[in-house]
């Protein structure tokens, strides 16, 4: 990818710098009504002095990242360094226009040739930044067109991936049970049960929702695993309230706390504990669950729908600057770690 834009780059430079010269070759030779070899020279010198320079120039906004800012916080520092790259153009032209055709009288800095100049690197330099915008916002709507596939493809495959059958099965036999013994604690069942549901097929609405609502579900759902693990399933909360308010990927939590659920207390005869925590690690949102159990996959290989996801969503939404990462820190325990930018 890198060597076709640098190709496309190339290919501009000269061809821009080319036909702006047989232009003026033209044009020049149209007003004198006779074509002069000094024209080619001077016109040979344009190209190869205008590549030169706004290479170099190019090679500076690169340098300082000017491309990942608005154009209103670098429009004045472009400005001048398109005036220092004129200015350059035009000693480095006068500079050959003495040495080669000795035409001494015009000086090495001539206000024409300036002006002229500070026209055309003011130019390469608009369309230079116009075109890299134009990447840019190309670029953001193929992440928001594959972020939305990803969230469609998550709200399709929810009750088979996530709220699959089998868990909607024990849910409802749980409650089952739980009407005649408990008739109240299997009417808060079933209203646990419908904010689940409700929320799963609400996922493609937003892109992220607040830790708080995302948490809220997460309860529900533990609450109907509780009624069918019973004294085999511990939960412990570490969260701080200040991270209530952040924002996170819809489901990713209640996702990650199912995978810990279905592979690690449920494969334990013993039962276990879940561990969910979130707070602030810098400038970073840290999540993590812990659960008992083993893993049993290597990250990033051999995962389910559920953890592609999570990690897919992370990339799109937040590219490198969000991480996660399944491990097992010591026998018998499986962690989850999410890390999200404030």
Known sequence: ??????????????????????????????????????????????????????HLLRTIIVSFNWLQYPLDKVMIPLFVLAIAGSAM????????????????????????????????????????????????????????????????????????????????????????????????????????????????????????????????????????????????LKIQYDIEPQTLELAIPPMMLQTLVENAIKHGISKSVKGGVVNIRSRINGMLHEITIQNTGHLKITAGKNEGFGLQSTRQRLELLYKEKASFQITEPENNLVESRILIPL
């Open 1 to 54: 990818m890198l060597k076709k834009v640098a190709k496309y780059y190339w290919w501009c430079q000269i061809g821009g710098w080319l036909s702006w010269a047989l232009v003026n070759i033209l044009v020049l030779s149209f007003y004198f009504k006779s074509f002069r070899t000094e024209i080619l020279i001077n016109q040979l010198f344009l190209v190869v002095v205008g590549i030169g320079v706004t």
């Open 89 to 232: 153009i035009t000693v480095i032209l006068g500079i050959l226009n003495m040495f080669f055709h000795f035409d001494r009288d015009r000086g090495f800095f001539e206000l024409q040739r300036f002006f002229g100049s500070s026209f055309l690197v003011v130019i390469w330099t608009m369309v230079y930044f116009l075109w890299h915008y134009f990447q840019k916002d190309q670029q953001y709507k193929i992440d928001r067109l594959q972020l939305e596939s990803v969230v469609k493809g998550l709200e399709l495959r929810t009750i088979k991936s996530q709220l699959n059958p089998h868990f909607i099965f024990n849910a409802l036999n749980s409650i089952r049970a739980l009407v005649d013994e408990n008739p109240k604690r299997a009417r808060t069942a079933i209203t646990e049960l419908s904010n689940i549901l409700r929320s799963s097929m609400q996922v493609e609405q937003s892109e992220t929702v607040s830790m708080e609502h995302e948490l809220s579900i997460v309860k529900d759902y533990l609450a109907l695993e509780s009624i069918r693990f019973e004294e085999r």
